[in-house]
């Protein structure tokens, strides 16, 4: 092999390793300039062909013409690869749908929960709390309720193999804060409940209720009516009508059932109240002495009132929901609407 060929191959070797570090089309551009470009190594090599012995001048032609194919191919592919680098890159199809980007919201059930609160802070209650697992104690015994109670039943409560319950009403809480503290008391307690419901488009194994309770000198029922109705109006709307009927709960005397005039129809009746004109909300009544007595409060000189609703009544009826279930399925199409 004559030098002139070793010079070829030698060309040929850097002008590959200088492409293959290439990293833009400035980088290949100056390679070619380098290497096949008017003042570059090959035309300088060509002109030596004239110095090489005749004999050995085909197989130096055949190198040369060689080497220049490799360096123009090799040239070529590291443009082609950049260029699809590039592409892959900064490409954009406008024809693809923009990504939507989701906005949370409040679920109906946390919603009425917070405005409830709310309306009831104002009104100077406090917020207590209680766990979700409560003792026989709490949730009946010193609640009034009787041994031979149907609530109490394995069929509506659940019960831990340690004796302690998932509670079937926030009402314990009353029973948590009036130990805890002497009188006067004015709390409200959010939170979850539990019982042992067949799921139906009104019922649920868990759900929430607000509690309240009212402990003071002198408290009457007509305090009781006047806070319920200033809260339904506060929270439904100044049209809204309440009833209050005569009902009984272990743990109030009198006690009382009170309903919202049905803000879907105002009162014509319709599905949603089942034609009664009335939506059911709210048990409450009087305290009842004996849970004064429980807790160690002087029901000569201590008077209250109880209340406990269920939020979720209020969140089907606040959207128009017919079906409870909804609010527990947790499907985005059904939470986006609120
Ligand atoms: N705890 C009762 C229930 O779950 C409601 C209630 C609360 C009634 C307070 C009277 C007083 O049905």
Redesign the pocket.
């Known amino acids: 092999m004559t030098d002139l060929e070793k010079q070829l191959l030698d060309a040929l070797e850097q002008a590959e390793q200088m492409l293959a570090d290439a990293a833009n089309n400035a980088d290949v551009e100056a390679c070619r300039i380098q290497f096949i470009g008017r003042k570059g190594v090959l035309p300088a090599l060509m002109k030596k062909m004239g110095d090489v012995a005749p004999e050995d001048r085909p197989a130096a032609g055949k190198t040369l013409n060689r080497v220049k194919q490799g360096i123009t191919q090799a040239l070529e592919s590291r443009e082609a690869e950049l260029r699809s680098v590039v592409a892959d890159d900064e490409a954009i199809d406008v024809t693809l749908p923009g990504r939507r980007r989701t906005i949370g919201s409040i679920h109906p059930v946390a919603r009425v929960m917070d405005d409830a609160v709310a309306i009831f802070r104002r009104m100077g209650f406090v917020v207590a709390d209680g766990p979700d697992l409560e003792t026989v104690h709490n949730n009946f015994d010193a ?1 009034n309720t009787p041994a031979d109670h149907p609530s109490r039943d394995v069929q509506d409560t659940f019960y831990l193999e340690d004796g302690r319950l998932l509670r ?4 314990p809480v ?1 029973i948590r804060v009036m130990e805890s503290q002497p009188p006067p008391v004015r709390i409200v307690c959010p939170g979850r ?1 539990y019982r042992r419901d067949t799921p139906d488009a009104t019922h649920s194994m868990n759900f929430h ?1 607000i ?3 009212y402990v003071d000198r002198n408290v009457s029922l007509a305090d009781l009516k006047g806070v319920l109705s200033e809260f339904a109006r506060e929270l439904m709307g100044p049209d809204v009508k309440v009833r209050f009927r005569p ?1 009984f ?1 272990p ?2 005397e009198p ?2 059932e009170y309903d919202f005039s049905c803000i879907m129809c105002e009162g014509k009746g319709c599905s949603v109240c089942k034609n009664s004109g009335w939506l059911e909300i ?4 009087m ?1 009842d002495p004996n849970v004064f007595r429980n807790v160690g409060y002087d029901p000569e000189v201590w008077t209250g ?6 939020i979720e009544r209020i969140a089907m009826i606040r959207h128009a929901i017919n079906d409870i279930r909804l609010l527990y399925e947790n499907d985005v199409r059904f939470l986006a609407q609120f």
């Open positions: 609640l079937t009403q926030t009402s009353q409940c209720q509690e309240g309770l009902h709960f743990f109030t006690s009382i709210s048990g409450a009544g305290v009132y109880a209340f406990g609703m269920g």
